[in-house]
């Protein structure tokens, strides 16, 4: 094996172990020597390798990422119509959220200027790449939503259509982000009984309303979702970081 390959294998053990301290811990509860303890390595190896804890953090949440990117891959290549995989999409975001709130925490944390002044300037480059790579793979899947399931005027011109596009597409990861970052922080719990189902009845009446303000004219549309539910439970199933158990009571929210 060369030096490079034995580098590139003990900077992925380290951010594995570090995924898992700060899953357990949280961001602010690690610190750089609980990684050396972790990774069984010494401090000088581990500074070798990553500046900061910041830029481990940038490590994690593009480990995170890749493996994301994999599985909306993967619904994007499977043989459902659009709005399916965009709705499959959106409930495989809100699942890693409703069981994995950590990762939504180091994914966000990863997005914060402050983090970024003391990481890598390479590994926000690596990370700002796969999410425009996940906005390149979702904007193809919106423009086919746009042409086959939502109501929009068949007189729209190709550059309108392709704004209008443009525009879902960044709403629709806004309302992701959004939905998700009040779930993860406790603030949609503030109002009573949050159990699963009524989270899910809040993701899933927020998101109709969305896509019918896009035009969407689906009669049942809960129905859409829970098969969709099926599908983004099934990309999930066996993964090594996103794994998640069945809901009981989401029969309960359609």
């Not at 119509?81 to 990863?110: C, D, K, M």
């Not at 503030?190 to 899910?200: I, V």
Request: proline residues 3%; negative net charge; hydrophobic residues 45%.
């Amino acid at each position: 094996m060369s030096r490079q390959q034995k580098r590139a294998e003990r900077e992925q053990l380290i951010i594995e172990k570090a995924l898992a301290l700060f899953v357990d811990k949280g961001f602010l509860g690690v610190r750089m020597s609980d990684v050396a303890k972790a990774s069984g390595l010494a401090m000088g190896t581990i500074y070798s390798h990553f500046a900061a804890k910041e830029d481990v953090l940038m490590g994690c949440a593009t480990l995170l990422t890749r493996e994301e990117k994999a599985i909306y891959h993967s619904i994007i290549a499977s043989d459902i119509s659009p709005i399916q995989r965009i709705v499959t999409g959106f409930t495989v975001n809100w699942l890693i959220a409703q069981y994995h709130p950590q990762f939504v925490e180091i994914q966000n944390l990863s997005l914060m200027p402050s983090v970024w002044s003391r990481a890598n300037p390479q590994r926000i480059q690596q990370l700002n790449s796969l999410h425009g790579d996940f906005f390149t793979m979702a904007q193809a899947v919106v423009m086919e939503m746009l042409n086959s399931d939502l109501n929009i005027p068949l007189d729209m011109d190709a550059a309108a259509r392709e704004e209008l596009g443009m525009l879902l597409n960044h709403g629709m990861w806004g309302l992701c982000v959004g939905l998700n970052s009040t779930a993860q922080s406790g603030i949609a719990r503030a109002g009573g009984d949050q159990h699963e189902a009524c989270s899910y009845l809040h993701f899933t009446t927020n998101v109709i309303h969305f896509l019918k303000g896009y035009g969407w004219q689906e009669a049942e549309p809960q129905a859409v979702f829970a098969a969709c539910r099926e599908q983004a439970q099934a990309c999930l199933d066996g993964h090594v970081w996103f794994a998640c158990p069945v809901a009981k009571d989401a029969a309960d929210a359609a």
